[in-house]
């Protein structure tokens, strides 16, 4: 794992638009180099909104948000971020989405084209670099959206419900992948999710969100070794864990989550 990534969210309070609507409040929380840890919370609890100003999108109202001790003041290639949808260049080819980082910081093209190309192996895509995002499925969009910002060497990756627009079966095998590659690179990874399943079978830690003004309620280490396979999910230990997080989500934000949605998680 890298020595360096850690992330320090030191009583950080969020405000938003022009009545100061209060989106997370005194959030206080480290993630250690190479961890990956999971923000899991219904929609509204204000997961994506901290990690936007992780990103350096979003301007915090109190508090401090460093990453190896350095205030995030803006945004910078050392925190890769990917969001729910991929947010690819239609115009260019795979291979160049790719490398856009790359030229950006003046690497010459055979070069850049060199790297972007080996990218695209690790995350299973050679032999797609000529195609262009539309003809590609959406988990092939997503992973090419990985490599772009991988490519970086991001000590940070911080990723927003990158599968809530998959269907089920590609969503398994992307977070297979994803655990794949996180293995190899060492990033450190802060995960957004209100999927109890994924963030249990991703996570070292979940961090569990209630809502209004977003706050944690709960921090959970997840016991099971890795590597991880699918498998993993049908095992008692899994589902008691599964358990005591729906527990959590109800007796924190049970006014604020509907029948729907709790149905949905168990």
Not at 74 to 99: C, E, I, S
Not at 104 to 123: F, I, P, S, T, Y
Not at 228 to 257: N, Q, W
Request: glycine share 10%; charged share 25%.
């Amino acid at each position: 794992m890298n020595p360096v990534g850690r992330i320090d969210v030191e009583a950080v309070r969020i405000t938003l638009g022009p009545q100061d609507f209060e989106a997370v409040r005194d959030l206080d929380f480290s993630v250690a180099p190479g961890e990956f840890v999971c923000l899991l919370g219904p929609s509204g609890c204000g997961k994506s909104t901290l990690l936007n100003a992780l990103a350096g999108h979003v301007a915090i109202r109190s508090g401090a948000l460093r990453v190896d001790g350095v205030l995030v003041a803006g945004p910078h290639p050392d925190r890769g971020v990917v969001f729910q949808q991929p947010t690819l260049f239609p115009w260019k080819t795979v291979l160049d989405n790719v490398a856009f980082g790359p030229k950006m910081k003046g690497v010459a093209k055979a070069e850049r084209r060199r790297l972007a190309a080996e990218m695209l192996e690790q995350v299973g895509l050679a032999g797609f670099g000529a195609h262009y995002p539309a003809q590609l499925s959406g988990g092939m969009r997503q992973r090419v959206e990985w490599a772009r910002v991988l490519i970086n060497h991001p000590r940070v990756l911080l990723m927003d419900e990158p599968f809530s627009a998959l269907d089920a079966q590609t969503r398994l095998t992307m977070q297979e992948l994803l655990l794949d590659l996180w293995g190899r690179i060492g990033s450190t990874v802060l995960f957004v999710t209100h999927d109890i399943d994924e963030a249990l079978f991703l996570g070292d830690r979940i961090l569990v969100m209630g809502v209004r003004p977003g706050r944690i309620i709960e921090e959970m280490r997840v016991p099971f070794g890795r590597p991880r396979r699918m498998a993993l999910v049908t095992e008692p230990e899994f589902a008691r864990y599964k358990r005591r997080c729906l527990a959590l989500l109800r007796s924190g934000v049970a006014a604020d989550i509907s029948p729907l949605v709790l149905a949905a998680v168990t």
